[in-house]
């Protein structure tokens, strides 16, 4: 394991990068901790400042977010009397996934944004495999971690609830205001010296009904900005928001506000209710013409429905800064079957700094995993590439969209605010805090029904094990299914 090249200005932390392809080969059965020791021993030797704090394991994480923690850590190490922090930090480019967890092995905690997939699988292997005992997601949202299975697994979950709900709103009203003034048209136009007005034209903001679908922290900021233009302001959420309805904005049904409004802004969480809320038959009872903005999740608009709109010119503009299939659309693997439990994957994108020691083979569902190359469609750069989803190739085409990466959130506010509000959520876990003031749990009857689908599983591994007769090899493999498997 070689630090110089990545840590010669950045000491007191270990980093993984995606930038250098590195093959694993066949090895024996590794035993990850001592070997990851015997790494950092040699990383020593060559003058490389290493950790045995705690160490968080920051998933996707990118050159920005790096800056903000470094800051906030600087910051924490300042405030120490004894000048040491009590963890580390380590950041993967590498989305997590079933796989690129085993990158986490020796890590105390996990965090992770909104396209990382907190799957059962991967918090199965975390809770049997690890000593990992926390999830800190650096956003508001945690549809993307199963909570059940955490429960199941013991492992906390915590989130930053409000880390700038102005950098969200605020990038909702710049899309819709880039929309109806064309500013994106202009721009391109003026750069190229044309400097005609043909196709330019707008409307007046004030005196429109806007709908702010979700009034959270986000969509009540959003509400509060189009009211600073005038705008009529009417609304539909799960409560109703005091602030706004003191200030004359109208609660309606969801049909209502689409019948309704020049200008449609989603700011709803992601659940079963609200998936493709603005669907087919809703658009249908939109103005001719409408604005749909949709700066939350993705997955609150059906994108096949949203392009049929676009073509019979019901949705005279879309903004988006998500879309349904951001994460994961990419995930160019190459089929291996040799992935065994005894014969390890072949990694293709990785750290130079990874060994095999650092990757255990683990279990897996299937001998056909995908060779690591995790691509997004979102947070990464594309260029020269030909992107397979042809509903998003075909999105992007239309001249009234604009599609954003996923960065309605990035301001530098907004990344300080995460840093450090992850980073208390750290501490608040390691002092054994009884509960997290930023924890999110599963519903308890969910929690029940994971406990259940787990122990009807193991229920099932028993009887399949009683019947290959007993003793012997079934003997054998009672003991593995006991302690492996069904725990």
């Known amino acids: 394991m070689n630090f110089t090249r990545r840590y010669k200005t950045r000491p007191a932390r270990e980093c993984l990068c995606a930038q250098q392809p590195l093959v694993l080969m066949d090895s024996d059965k590794p035993t990850a901790p001592e070997k990851l020791r015997e790494e950092v021993a040699k990383a020593k030797e060559h003058g490389d400042s290493t950790t045995e704090q705690p160490i968080i394991a920051v998933f996707s994480a990118r050159e920005y977010e790096e800056a903000a923690f470094e800051a906030a850590l600087a910051a924490e190490k300042a405030a120490e009397p004894d000048g040491k922090l009590p963890y580390a930090m380590r950041y993967i480019e590498a989305e997590l996934n079933p796989q690129t967890v085993k990158l986490a092995q020796d890590c105390a905690a996990v965090c992770v944004f909104v396209n990382d997939g907190v799957s059962k699988e991967v918090l199965d292997w975390l809770g049997r495999y690890t000593s990992c005992r926390l999830i800190l997601l650096r956003c508001a949202g945690f549809n993307n971690v199963d909570l059940a299975a955490a429960a199941v697994n013991k492992i906390s979950v915590a989130r930053v609830p409000a880390y700038s709900p102005y950098a969200v709103a605020e990038h ?12 994106h048209k202009a721009y391109l136009r003026n750069r190229d010296g044309n400097f005609s007005l043909r196709g330019l034209t707008g409307f007046d903001m004030h005196g429109r009904t806007v709908g702010i679908i979700g009034t959270g922290n986000i969509g009540v900021i959003a509400a509060n900005i189009f009211l600073g233009f005038g705008c009529k302001v009417i609304a539909q959420s799960r409560s109703v928001n005091k602030e706004l309805a003191d200030k004359g904005v109208e609660y309606v049904t969801l049909d209502e506000l689409c019948k309704r409004c020049d200008i449609i802004s989603l700011h709803a969480p992601m659940t079963k209710e609200t998936h493709h809320c603005i669907n087919e038959a809703r658009i249908a009872l939109m103005k001719k013409g409408v604005m749909i903005i949709n700066t939350s999740r993705g997955g609150l608009l059906d994108t096949k429905a949203a392009i049929a709109g676009l073509k019979n010119k019901t949705i005279g503009a879309l903004g988006l800064d998500v879309y349904e299939e951001e994460s994961g659309l990419f995930f160019h693997g190459v089929w291996s079957p040799l992935h065994t439990p005894t014969r390890p994957l072949a990694f293709a994108h990785y750290a130079p700094s990874l060994t095999l020691s650092m990757v255990p083979a683990g279990p897996s569902s299937s001998h056909l995993v995908p060779l690591l190359h995790t691509w997004s469609l979102f947070f990464t750069d594309h260029t020269g590439e030909v992107l397979e989803d042809d509903v998003f190739q075909q999105l992007v085409n239309y ?45 308890d009857h969910e929690v029940a029904a994971a406990k259940s689908a787990k122990a009807t599983a193991r229920f099932g591994a028993l009887k399949r094990i009683a019947a290959m007769g007993g003793g012997g090899a079934a003997a054998q493999t009672m003991t593995y299914y006991d302690k492996e498997d069904d725990q």
């Open 399 to 443: 001249p009234n969209v604009i599609v954003t990466g996923h960065q309605a959130f990035l301001t530098e506010d907004a990344l300080r605010n995460i840093a450090d509000a992850t980073l208390f959520n750290m501490r608040e876990h390691l002092a054994k805090a009884e509960k997290l003031t930023n924890g999110v749990v599963a519903a």
């Open 172 to 183: 909702a009203v710049a899309l819709c205001m880039t929309l109806n003034r064309k500013i």
